[in-house]
């Protein structure tokens, strides 16, 4: 069993900064990437930002240059620096993990979101 839970988010004004947090727990053999996405009332899951056991690191148009990703290997944590938050980020934002629990057997976890609120 793994278990993903996430921290950081709130109400922001516009032009603000949040950090988000992710930690991994469990079953954990392996993390292969790490990653944020958001989902909006009757919208779609949008990526936000992706970063693989590599460091390799993927971010939406929308957000690069305002949204930082990072991992901590060691703690099975992945962080979102947010800054010049604008009203059309607000959002619940979901942390992501695809997890090997074994040498063989992987799948991919979500965890239980966050409310990101930029106010105008």
């Known amino acids: 069993q793994v278990h993903l839970v996430e921290s950081g988010g709130g109400l922001v004004q516009a032009g603000g900064s949040l950090r988000l947090s992710c930690a991994a727990s469990?079953?954990?053999?392996?993390?292969?990437?790490m990653g944020w996405y958001r989902q909006g009332p009757g919208e779609q899951r949008e990526l936000v930002a992706t970063i693989n056991a590599g460091g390799g690191i993927d971010y939406a148009d929308s957000v690069r240059g305002r949204f930082t990703i990072s991992r901590d290997n060691a703690q099975n944590t992945v962080y979102l620096q947010m800054h010049s938050l604008k009203p059309e980020d607000t959002d619940v934002y979901y942390c992501?993990?695809?997890?090997?629990?074994?040498?063989?057997?992987?799948?991919?976890?979500w965890g239980q979101g966050t409310q990101v609120t930029v106010s105008s």
């Open positions: 469990g079953s954990i053999f392996r993390i292969v990437a």
């Open positions: 992501n993990a695809y997890i090997y629990t074994t040498h063989t057997m992987w799948d991919n976890y």
